[in-house]
């Protein structure tokens, strides 16, 4: 069975600091491009990083450059986010896909894990 889990979210106070792991199972995600997006209450789901499948590029958006790092471990069959300095703002549902398109029906999606942002 094809699938995606995410995992890692919780509360954090503002300023600390969240690892996300995405699990795949079914199939080799080294050979995909994986984007990370997140959707804050009431707003679109907004996409933040694309890990390439070679690792030899990777997308953020103005909202988390720099303080968000998106990379793979391929032994595990994992994606990860690691996230800084984090703000009330990054308070969301964070979710991996296979596939970083905009348009959300064109990619694959896991069920998504609540990062919640106190300050």
């Known amino acids: 069975q094809v699938q995606l889990v995410e995992s890692g979210g919780g509360l954090v106070q503002a300023g600390g600091s969240l690892r996300l792991s995405c699990v795949a199972s079914?199939?080799?995600?080294?050979?995909?491009?994986i984007g990370w997006f997140r959707q804050a209450p009431g707003k679109e789901r907004e996409r933040i990083s694309c890990v390439s499948p070679s690792d030899s590029g990777t997308f953020y958006s103005d909202s988390v450059k720099d303080r968000f790092t998106a990379y793979r471990d391929n032994a595990r069959n994992t994606v990860y986010l690691q996230m800084s300095d984090l703000n009330v703002e990054d308070t969301a549902i964070y979710y991996c896909?296979?596939?970083?398109?905009?348009?959300?029906?064109?990619?694959?999606w896991g069920q998504g894990t609540q990062v919640t942002v106190s300050s």
């Open positions: 896909a296979v596939g970083c398109s905009e348009d959300v029906s064109a990619n694959r």
């Open positions: 079914g199939f080799a995600l080294d050979k995909y491009l």
